[in-house]
């Protein structure tokens, strides 16, 4: 079963997206799909850094936003430039079973917890779910959805589980 061919029961209007599972390596770009199909979000890894870096682009190639490891900090962490504010995205706990902590510059700050290295996990706002990334959806291997609720801003969640997916990776 495909994200595409997922069935929900109501209609959120929740935003769905495809990725790819750390295919990505510093200088190689990748594609986010929307549910349809549609190339929505690039991918661009920056290899001439020093930190790891990355952009996201929508798809007429515009910079949404920009995510760059964080080194020498008690806990690995990852931030986030974004036109709307900027993000830390740290990790809270090793293991498995680790969560992450999104602290945002809006003081609405957001938890991930589940399985992470399984891409089985949850993006929460005060307890309320916001996010949720699963690799059931997919019969194609290397692959995980991410439904966005239709009042977040999908490019930062998206920036989000890249920062998630790059430090679950090290």
């Known amino acids: 079963m ?24 510093i200088g190689d770009d990748y594609w986010i799909e929307d549910e349809s199909g549609q190339r929505a979000f690039k991918v661009d890894g920056k290899a001439v850094r020093v930190r790891d870096t ?13 995510m760059q490891e964080r080194k020498l900090r008690v806990r ?33 700050d957001l938890k991930a917890r589940g399985n992470l290295v399984d891409h089985e996990y949850e993006i929460e706002r005060d307890g309320d779910t916001v996010a949720t990334v699963s690799k059931k959806w997919f019969r194609v291997r290397d692959s995980y959805g991410v439904e966005i609720t239709s009042d977040e ?13 790059e430090l679950t990776r090290d």
């Open 153 to 165: 801003d999908a490019a930062l969640i998206l920036a989000i589980t890249v920062c998630i997916d």
């Open 76 to 108: 690995d962490s990852m931030e986030i430039e974004h036109p709307w504010g900027n993000a830390t995205v740290h990790k809270a706990m090793v293991g498995i079973r680790a969560r992450f902590k999104i602290d945002l510059d809006n003081g609405t």
């Open 54 to 66: 990355f952009v996201l682009r929508d798809a007429a190639g515009q910079e949404v936003a920009k």
């Open 2 to 25: 495909g994200l595409r061919d997922r069935r929900r029961d109501d209609d959120s209007g929740a935003q769905r997206y495809q990725m790819r599972e750390q295919l990505l390596s």
